[in-house]
């Protein structure tokens, strides 16, 4: 029996989390796979309600769990995402999720704004270093409020850091019969920290001869995914440049909607999440598109070793794209609860979803 902790999260998350479990429900049902899901409420009501983001013992709980489903987290009524900062950032750093796992996968022709570009030609992997750099928090504001005002952010890397997600990359790559990895920096500008991914880099590559390790720094690389993304495979990076590489490359894929993401500690903790905000103009009113959070779930499964449900569940996404029974969003005419009734029927049928 695989236990999933769920957390639904704020707006919108509520609504395609939800979809996201029936399909999780409905493909353990379907292959007999033993899925045991808790519901937890962490989010903007219980913040507001009780002043509690994480409660005591909440990390240690999540922990012993083989999978943590997180819908996104923002409400207005939360103006400094407090809430939202302490959950998502508190279980990375607290579980040491060191990476951030975001494959970029094209499904099907209409939804990439290239022209001409076919979906093999966008399908790549972005590690991103998910426990340091800028967003560590590390620094403050002197004179506030005054002309003289000093606001100071500090970067932090690791040796240790970026030497294991550097690995992970390769390791990944070798594992799935990739030959292409890709680092990025820019170290040109941001010469300590930045100097150490070159150096780690180059020691790590070494260790992999039978994979082509090349270099960009990362304005040239967000240059080279829009020019031609079919030259990737597999890219490491910093946490930052992660976060602003993979937003562009959900755009390659058809948006934010259709983004999935992991946050790994390989043999420990696994987090899962779609990339996309909570958009709190349209919680609760049937609008949303779920395939992102349903992906998300599709990695969940692959992530537990259950392939073929994982599968199931990605198939079951490419039909209804293919035949236009999608949300809005797509260009479909589907709600949210209609787009995950779909997508159940297709986990149900007796032929393999095209």
């Known amino acids: 029996m695989k236990r999933i902790a769920i957390i639904p999260g ?5 609504d395609v989390t939800r ?14 796979a033993g899925l045991r ?3 937890f409420d962490y989010g903007a009501e219980r913040y507001l309600r009780t002043g509690e983001t994480l409660p005591a013992g909440a990390l240690e709980r999540l922990a012993e769990y083989d999978a943590i489903l997180l819908g996104a987290l923002g409400d207005p009524r939360i103006p400094d995402m407090k809430h939202a900062a302490d959950i998502l950032l508190g279980l990375r750093f607290g579980l040491d999720l060191y990476v951030n796992y975001r494959p970029i996968r094209l499904l099907d022709e209409r939804l990439c704004p290239l022209k001409g570009r076919a979906p093999e030609e966008v399908d790549f992997a972005v590690f991103r270093e998910n426990t340091e750099g800028l967003y560590v928090g590390m620094g403050g504001i002197f004179k506030k409020g005054t002309p003289d005002e000093i606001a100071i952010q500090e970067d932090v890397n690791t040796r ?17 019969g990739k030959n292409r990895v890709v680092m990025s920096d820019k170290s040109n500008v941001l010469t300590y920290g930045h100097d150490l991914w070159q150096r780690v880099f180059a020691a790590v590559a070494s260790e992999y001869p039978g994979i082509e390790a090349r270099h960009l720094y990362v304005d040239a690389l967000a240059m080279q995914m829009v020019k031609d993304p079919s030259q990737f495979q597999v890219i490491v990076t910093c946490n ?6 993979t937003d562009l ?13 992991a946050n790994l500690h390989p043999g420990r903790g696994a987090l899962f999440e779609p990339v996309h905000g909570s958009a709190p103009k349209y919680a609760g009113k049937n609008v949303a598109n779920p395939f992102g959070a349903i992906l998300t779930a599709a990695l969940l499964l692959e992530h537990l070793g259950l392939l073929e449900e994982a599968r199931r569940v990605e198939s079951a996404v490419v039909a209804l794209v293919r035949t236009h029974r999608t949300a809005q969003e797509l260009g479909g005419r589907l709600g949210t609860r209609e787009v995950g009734d779909a997508l159940c029927e297709e986990i149900l049928r007796p032929s393999s979803p095209a």
């Open 10 to 14: 704020d707006g919108i998350g509520i």
């Open 240 to 245: 930052m440049f992660g976060d602003i590489l």
């Open 37 to 39: 899901l808790d519901s």
């Open 19 to 32: 979809e996201a479990v029936r399909a999780l429900e409905t493909v353990s049902g379907w292959s007999g």
């Open 249 to 261: 490359g959900a755009q390659l894929q058809g948006g934010l909607g259709m983004a999935a993401s």
């Open 160 to 176: 240790k850091g970026v030497e294991r997600i550097i690995r992970h990359a390769f390791e990944f790559a070798r594992g799935r």
